[in-house]
């Protein structure tokens, strides 16, 4: 069955340091997206993209943060100077466009310290 | 703005009894609402999804009803099996997005 793949598992990182996080979505899927979730809390929207650009961001997708496709394959999140409240675990999905096409990847558990 | 709301934070049921998780929203525009399962240290699994025009999916063990004008889905798993031990989150589709909206979580416990 085809799946999200997202690396690394586990991203420890400083505070002030960027962090990239990578996935590698469902290759005929055409909508993308990040989640996070802050331990203890629901799963929260960040962005989504489609045909190369964000078609919609959260409140919480502030000029820290940035995606990209950069070579067909791979979807990245971005953060620039991350913050201790960046802890959380990000989910990147992927979607066909159909209500029940949504894919989660396995998610990178961010630790800033 | 809690537009998805899932007001039981856990579930324990017994195994082969009926488990039901409970979901309120309050946007009327949502299209499709959808029920994902969770463990720990692994993103949220599709379980099954209703469209807004439906009142009932069912796929196997799952069943998911909708009422519109309580604006209240719930997801009924029978029998229930140990294995069902998860997290459980209700989320909806805007017509106009993209985007899932997740309720809280229900963290069901099956006992063997």
């Known amino acids: 069955e085809p799946e999200v793949t997202q690396t690394p598992s586990h991203q420890v990182t400083q505070m002030g340091q960027e962090v990239i996080l990578r996935c590698v979505p469902i290759s005929n899927h055409l909508y993308f997206y990040w989640y996070r979730q802050i331990l203890g809390q629901k799963v929260e929207f960040l962005v989504s993209f489609y045909n190369n650009e964000i078609s919609e961001k959260s409140e919480i997708f502030d000029d820290q943060f940035s995606v990209e496709r950069p070579d067909g394959s791979n979807f990245t999140l971005k953060i620039r100077s991350t913050k201790l409240e960046d802890s959380a675990m990000y989910f990147c999905?992927?979607?066909?466009?159909?209500?029940?096409?949504?894919?989660f990847g396995s998610g990178t558990r961010l630790t800033v310290v | 703005d809690q537009q998805v709301k899932q007001n039981s934070p856990s579930l324990s049921v017994q195994e082969g009894r009926i488990s039901i998780l409970n979901c309120d929203y309050t946007?009327?525009?949502?299209?499709?609402f959808l029920w994902y399962k969770k463990y720990p240290a692994e993103g949220p699994t599709f379980l099954i999804s209703i469209s807004s025009i439906k009142d009932k999916n069912e796929d196997g063990r799952f069943t998911v009803f909708l009422n519109k004008s309580a604006k209240h889905l719930s997801l009924h798993i029978v029998p229930s099996q140990p294995g069902d031990s998860a997290v459980y989150f209700c989320a909806a589709i805007g017509s106009n997005t993209g985007k899932l909206i997740f309720g809280q979580g229900t963290t069901l416990q099956v006992k063997p």
């Open positions: 946007n009327s525009m949502f299209d499709y």
């Open positions: 999905a992927s979607s066909s466009g159909t209500g029940d096409g949504y894919t």
